[in-house]
């Protein structure tokens, strides 16, 4: 009876909102990952990275209702995000998998200083070249070494920021807000 009841208002408070959820017009990953191919803003997100990008947006939007009274017009807005950022959070996602992985002896290594000179080298020599030259009269190379409390303080500062939750944020301005009942939608028609 409880639970009869609890469905019966939910139910009532559905009936209240002019339009729908992001789980009723997406209600699983194919439905989603289909109505975006289909959309004329595809871009080549890999196929983790879109599965990921739903249940991202499941997970933060799902029960939320669409701002929008156009259905397809949502779509698209949300498309036009994907399209304009998607590709950019793609590339910070992989940057920062590369920083997560690196070893102490990456984060580490610091930057080399060369300088060199030639009376006479026999060739040309290059600017170009960022290696020691073999045949020179003169050189002086200053390697440098990051302290472990420097190199773990910088990937600190690398990993701190992270890039999903930015790219989820995107999105907000597609969903409304307030957890109220909304107003009636009054209408004049000609008979």
């Given at each position: 009876?409880?639970?009869?009841?609890?469905?019966?208002?939910?139910?009532?408070?559905?009936?209240?909102?002019?339009?729908?959820?992001?789980?009723?017009?997406?209600?699983?990953?194919?439905?989603?990952?289909?109505?975006?191919?289909a959309?004329?803003?595809?871009?080549?997100?890999?196929?983790?990275?879109?599965?990921?990008?739903?249940?991202?947006?499941?997970?933060?939007?799902?029960?939320?209702?669409?701002?929008?009274?156009?259905?397809?017009?949502?779509?698209?807005?949300?498309?036009?995000?994907?399209?304009?950022?998607?590709?950019?959070?793609?590339k910070?996602?992989?940057?920062?998998?590369?920083?997560?992985?690196?070893?102490?002896?990456?984060?580490?290594?610091?930057?080399?200083?060369?300088?060199?000179?030639?009376?006479?080298?026999?060739?040309?020599?290059t600017?170009?070249?960022?290696?020691?030259?073999?045949?020179?009269?003169?050189?002086?190379?200053?390697?440098?070494?990051?302290?472990?409390?420097?190199?773990?303080?910088?990937l600190?500062?690398?990993?701190?920021?992270?890039?999903?939750?930015?790219?989820?944020?995107?999105?907000?301005?597609?969903?409304?807000?307030?957890?109220?009942?909304?107003?009636?939608?009054?209408?004049?028609?000609?008979?």
């Amino acid at each position: 009876m409880a639970n009869m009841l609890a469905e019966l208002i939910y139910d009532d408070i559905a009936h209240q909102r002019r339009t729908r959820t992001f789980c009723d017009i997406f209600p699983d990953e194919n439905t989603f990952n289909t109505e975006y191919a289909a959309s004329a803003l595809t871009m080549s997100l890999t196929a983790t990275n879109k599965k990921a990008l739903y249940y991202l947006l499941y997970a933060r939007y799902g029960n939320s209702h669409i701002a929008s009274s156009d259905e397809n017009q949502f779509k698209y807005k949300m498309w036009s995000i994907i399209y304009m950022y998607g590709p950019n959070w793609e590339k910070e996602l992989a940057l920062q998998a590369t920083f997560r992985n690196m070893t102490e002896a990456q984060l580490v290594q610091g930057a080399k200083t060369i300088f060199n000179h030639a009376h006479n080298p026999g060739t040309a020599p290059t600017t170009s070249t960022l290696e020691e030259l073999t045949y020179i009269d003169d050189q002086n190379t200053a390697n440098y070494k990051k302290s472990n409390l420097d190199a773990y303080y910088l990937l600190e500062g690398l990993l701190k920021a992270d890039v999903t939750e930015q790219f989820i944020r995107k999105f907000e301005g597609l969903f409304i807000r307030f957890v109220s009942p909304e107003p009636a939608l009054l209408f004049e028609m000609e008979v």
